[in-house]
Antibody, heavy 123, light 110 residues
Framework: EVQLVESGGGLVQPGRSLRLSCTASGFTFGDYAMSWFRQAPGKGLEWVGFIRSKAYGGTADYAASVKGSFTISRDDSKSIAYLQMNSLKTEDTAVYYC??????????????WGQGTVVTVSS | QSALTQPASVSGSPGQSITISCAGTSSDVGGYNYVSWYKQHPGKAPKLMLYDVSNRPSGVSNRFSGSKSGNTASLTISGLQAEDEADYYCSSYTSSSTLVFGGGTKVTVL
């Protein structure tokens, strides 16, 4: 079964750091670009960032709201994508989802999603 | 990058057709055929319904169709069913190599 499982969420104080993990199974992880999204309580979806597969350079792009604070990386040997979040703010409180970029889309469509992990930034 | 504009809510009776619009600019929706649509139930992960404007992933009903004209994309649900009640989001690739979402549309089946 193709599956993504996020972990690492929790309660963290403003200004602190947190690292989320996204563990993949059921597909060849290294062949796919991966992305992180978030959804603040009662709000819509927001794209956080994206990491290409190694075949396309393995580079990452970020939303302006997190650029310089968040870093996405990947370990293809473990089938895990990471989201390192530094200098967290209360407005970063959200459910964080990881997702796999669709192999069928020429654009940025995401066909497999994890269940999400909750990050709460509060003192 | 500003969010795409979607109506907050759309409703219809079972069997009817509804259309959700997604308005952007020439830097996103209008500039690329890379619009996707997602369905989301409260507390659940999004589900991809359409990609590249009008393509359906395997397993998605052909009651869902997409189109684009200028800077506005649309999702049409025909033969509306109770199970279609959910939030729907559009997204588009942008000229800044980022992804932007619409604010979401709540679909209610009357």
């Amino acid at each position: 079964e193709v599956q993504l499982v996020e972990s690492g969420g929790g309660l963290v104080q403003p200004g602190r750091s947190l690292r989320l993990s996204c563990t993949a199974s059921g597909f060849t992880f290294g062949d796919y670009a991966m992305s992180w999204f978030r959804q603040a309580p009662g709000k819509g979806l927001e794209w956080v960032g994206f990491i290409r597969s190694k075949a396309y350079g393995g580079t990452a792009d970020y939303a302006a709201s997190v650029k310089g604070s968040f870093t996405i990386s990947r370990d293809d040997s473990k089938s895990i994508a990471y989201l390192q979040m530094n200098s967290l703010k209360t407005e970063d409180t959200a459910v964080y989802y990881c997702s796999r970029r669709s192999g069928s889309s020429r654009g940025d469509a995401f066909d497999i999603w994890g269940q999400g992990t909750v990050v709460t930034v509060s003192s | 990058q500003s969010a795409l504009t979607q109506p907050a809510s759309v409703s219809g009776s079972p069997g009817q057709s509804i259309t959700i619009s997604c308005a952007g600019t020439s830097s996103d929706v209008g500039g690329y055929n890379y619009v996707s649509w997602y369905k989301q139930h409260p507390g659940k992960a999004p589900k991809l319904m359409l990609y590249d404007v009008s393509n359906r992933p395997s397993g998605v009903s052909n009651r869902f169709s997409g189109s684009k004209s200028g800077n506005t994309a649309s999702l049409t649900i025909s033969g509306l069913q109770a199970e279609d009640e959910a939030d729907y989001y559009c997204s588009s690739y942008t000229s800044s190599s980022t992804l932007v979402f619409g604010g979401g549309t709540k679909v209610t089946v009357l």
